[in-house]
């Protein structure tokens, strides 16, 4: 036992003041005719919670992750799995997400790593037998290793290409092995530092060529689940291809990629492009491709991945919005790509971030259901929209008109009348009252 202080993390509702114990999460609870479980599939990232100890740039880790082992041994890679259930099992947390090398540590022959990948997942099958905890998705780190520092599909190597198609193979092995419904790819050094020393074109057709031959390879072993893109605009490059949903969308087209993938839609990734988490989960739902979150949040008036846990009720609601609209997520669920506060190293705190992220999608999930129900903002946008319900409206809707005849209906009517307002200030008071009562 890692984490001695709580059997279980329970739900007590609103009025409890007890830490380590859900606020809003009721798993069981039904909200819109689900259940609260089975709109909210969290899961742990294992290089966060079972990985990261507060190292920075400017000083070493503050928490203690060794779990009584010596870091870099398959001792203390047993260690963590055996962390990482307790601790799942203790939130009721049925899922988790990995890299390859979250797993185990990397050797310097990639035969060793897979030798060491192949142990270590053996042992996670057995911890899931007999419980409900399963994989959401798997991934190959491709950007930790010196050898990706030109990128890995995007390298300039061809050897280093090969590298990177050894993992994606391995991890995926270990996915479809562990039942994992999802495989990422982030492209962590897929961009480039300065275009004068970048051949573009040459790296997204090679990446293309790599996801494809991923997906060959998935398909083949009996991978049904979706591979996902994660989009990022920078950091670690200055400029990384997957800069948004909206070019991935595009660059998965232009390669006949778009049937076999979906967008992993990260919240702070989604801010580093400028853009509203909401923004992001939308243009992924309109395209079909809302396929699973990286619940984060960061920092709005820093320029970089902070990673932190969520906590502001207004995005998750607004997101909770976009995910109930499009109907939920099929083969993704809410993974938390956050981590602690280098300041917050206690185990406890280990516990309180979950609680609070798992309580603050709850929350929006209870709050976007109540907006939905109360159906002033649905009925607004519908009656937005009216004029394309009848006459030269619906003939635009049904492609049945020409720039010629509606330019006539133009002369006739000689000016336009007023389109109407868009009270945003009235819909933002009812979200407020639907928040606050
Ligand atoms: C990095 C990031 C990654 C991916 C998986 O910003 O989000 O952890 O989620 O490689
Ligand atoms: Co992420």
Redesign the pocket.
């Known amino acids: 036992m890692y984490f001695d202080f709580v059997e279980k993390v329970a739900y007590e509702g609103p009025k409890s003041k007890n830490p380590l114990a859900f606020k809003y999460y009721n798993a069981d609870e039904v909200i819109l005719g689900k259940k609260m479980s089975d709109h909210l599939h969290f899961a742990m990232a294992w ?1 966060h919670n079972l990985g990261a100890n507060g190292v920075d740039m400017f000083g070493p880790g503050t928490a203690d992750k060794t779990f009584g082992q010596v870091p870099g041994t398959m001792e203390h890679a047993k260690a963590k799995v055996d962390a990482g259930f307790e601790f799942m099992r203790k939130l009721g947390i049925k899922y988790f997400c990995f ?1 390859d090398v979250d797993l185990v540590p990397e050797a310097d022959d990639i035969n060793v790593t897979n030798a060491r990948l192949d142990e270590i997942s053996d042992y996670i099958l057995e911890k899931m037998e007999g419980t409900d905890i399963k994989c959401l998705w798997g ?1 190959a780190n491709m950007f930790g290793n010196p050898r990706f520092m030109n990128g890995a599909g995007s390298t300039n190597s061809a050897d280093v290409y090969c590298f990177a198609a050894a993992q994606i193979k391995k991890a995926l092995d270990i996915t479809v092995k562990l039942g994992g419904t999802g495989y ?1 790819f ?1 492209g ?1 050094r897929e961009g480039y530092e300065w275009l004068m020393n970048t051949d573009v074109k040459f790296e997204q057709e090679n990446i293309a060529a790599l996801m494809h031959m991923a997906v060959d390879y998935g398909r083949s072993i009996g991978f049904t689940g979706d591979f996902f893109i ?1 989009p ?1 605009p920078r950091e670690p490059m200055t400029h990384q291809y997957d800069f948004d949903a909206a070019t991935a969308i595009g660059f998965l087209r232009q390669y006949g990629l778009d049937k076999d993938f979906k967008m992993n839609i ?1 919240a702070n ?1 989604a801010t580093l492009a400028t853009h509203t988490f909401q923004h992001e989960l939308r243009i992924s739902a309109i395209n079909g491709m809302l396929g699973s979150i ?1 619940a984060n949040q960061g920092t709005m008036n820093l320029g970089w ?1 902070t990673d932190e846990f969520p906590w502001d009720v207004y995005e998750t609601t607004l997101a909770m919005y976009e995910v109930l609209k499009a109907g939920g997520l099929k083969n993704g669920g809410f993974n938390f ?1 956050a981590k602690n506060r280098r300041q917050s190293n206690t185990k406890e705190d280990m516990f309180y971030a979950f609680i609070l992220g798992m309580d603050a999608f709850a929350l929006g999930l209870r709050k976007a259901a109540a907006l939905i129900e109360d159906g002033r903002i649905d009925e607004f946008v519908k009656e937005k929209y009216a004029s394309f319900e009848t006459g030269i409206g619906a003939k635009i809707r049904a492609g049945e008109t020409t720039l010629q005849e509606l330019a006539e209906r133009a002369s006739e009517l000689k000016n336009a009348e007023d389109p109407g307002s868009g009270n945003q200030e009235r819909l933002r008071s009812v979200i407020n009252e639907v928040l606050f009562g």
């Open positions: 290089w890299h991934t990422v982030w962590g994660e990022k990260e990734h990286d991945d790509d």
